[in-house]
């Protein structure tokens, strides 16, 4: 399926207004833990590391139906982002979010490092490893979310198809980290970022760049 691309003034209008809406979107629907963030501040979020796990459980049904979203602009841009939001936040409840909630567990149990090298002093040798476990979550999270919105894959399936992705495509993986460094930069220049573009763009980023891809695992999944 070719892939469809905005070149008039009007489709690039229309794009970057899609995007701003899907923002707002996905961060009403983490409105938890976006108020606990401006609540507490990113810089004393450590202190309310159990709230954030809790809070940030609605994340993960939002970042698929937002994959599911951005997708659609590239190969359906005719489509209602508001209403396929809505009807992909809902469908996403299912037991097909586990993958991405041990990913959230994992990151809370990791929140702990620092008290626990405090205690223990001799596990301090282990932090490289918990750095790759959080640099394989961090990768692996956006794989999964693309899986889950777009196949309708077993959970081990969906595991499966996440690492051999992981793997097989680097570039999907460098793309996540550097668009990451990115927005820390960004939001300390651009705070107002947040609102506007970050997570849908990086959605909508991820999505074209694995576009054809995609496609043809649609087009074989029929």
Same mark, same amino acid.
């Given at each position: 399926?070719?892939?469809?691309?905005?070149?008039?003034?009007?489709?690039?209008?229309?794009?970057? =207004?899609?995007?701003?809406?899907?923002?707002?979107?996905?961060?009403?629907?983490?409105?938890?833990?976006?108020?606990l963030?401006?609540?507490? $501040?990113?810089?004393? =979020?450590?202190? /309310?590391?159990?709230?954030?796990?809790l809070? @940030?459980?609605?994340?993960?049904?939002?970042?698929?139906?937002?994959?599911?979203?951005?997708?659609?602009?590239?190969?359906?841009?005719?489509?209602?982002?508001?209403?396929?939001?809505?009807?992909?936040?809902?469908?996403?409840?299912?037991?097909?979010?586990?993958?991405?909630?041990? =990913?959230?567990?994992?990151?809370?149990?990791? @929140?702990?490092?620092?008290?626990? /090298?405090?205690?223990?002093?001799?596990?301090?040798?282990?932090?490289?490893?918990?750095?790759?476990?959080?640099?394989v979550?961090? $990768?692996?999270?956006?794989?999964?979310?693309?899986?889950? @919105?777009?196949?309708?894959?077993?959970?081990?399936?969906?595991?499966?198809?996440?690492?051999?992705? /992981?793997?097989?495509?680097?570039?999907l =993986?460098?793309?996540?980290?550097?668009?990451?460094?990115?927005?820390?930069?960004?939001?300390?220049?651009?705070?107002?970022?947040?609102?506007?573009?970050?997570?849908s763009?990086?959605? /909508?980023?991820?999505?074209?760049?694995?576009?054809?891809?995609?496609?043809?695992?649609?087009a074989?999944?029929?």
């Open positions: 399926m070719k892939k469809i691309v905005p070149t008039s003034f009007h489709s690039v209008t229309q794009l970057i =207004i899609r995007l701003i809406l899907l923002n707002v979107i996905f961060l009403l629907a983490s409105f938890p833990v976006v108020c963030l401006l609540f507490a $501040g990113i810089e004393r =979020i450590h202190s /309310y590391s159990l709230l954030f796990f809070f @940030s459980l609605p994340v993960a049904p939002a970042s698929v139906a937002l994959f599911r979203c951005t997708f659609s602009l590239i190969d359906t841009p005719e489509e209602s982002v508001y209403k396929l939001f809505l009807h992909s936040y809902k469908q996403a409840y299912s037991k097909e979010l586990i993958p991405l909630f041990f =990913i959230h567990s994992l990151f809370f149990l990791l @929140s702990f490092d620092t008290t626990i /090298y405090a205690l223990f002093p001799k596990l301090s040798l282990l932090s490289p490893f918990y750095f790759i476990i959080r640099f979550g961090m $990768g692996l999270y956006p794989i999964f979310c693309m899986e889950i @919105s777009l196949f309708k894959n077993p959970i081990r399936a969906v595991v499966q198809n996440g690492f051999i992705l /992981y793997f097989s495509k680097p570039l =993986i460098l793309l996540t980290i550097g668009y990451f460094l990115f927005m820390l930069l960004m939001l300390n220049e651009l705070p107002a970022s947040l609102v506007f573009f970050s997570f763009l990086f959605a /909508y980023l991820y999505s074209s760049f694995n576009y054809s891809a995609l496609t043809d695992r649609i074989k999944s029929k």
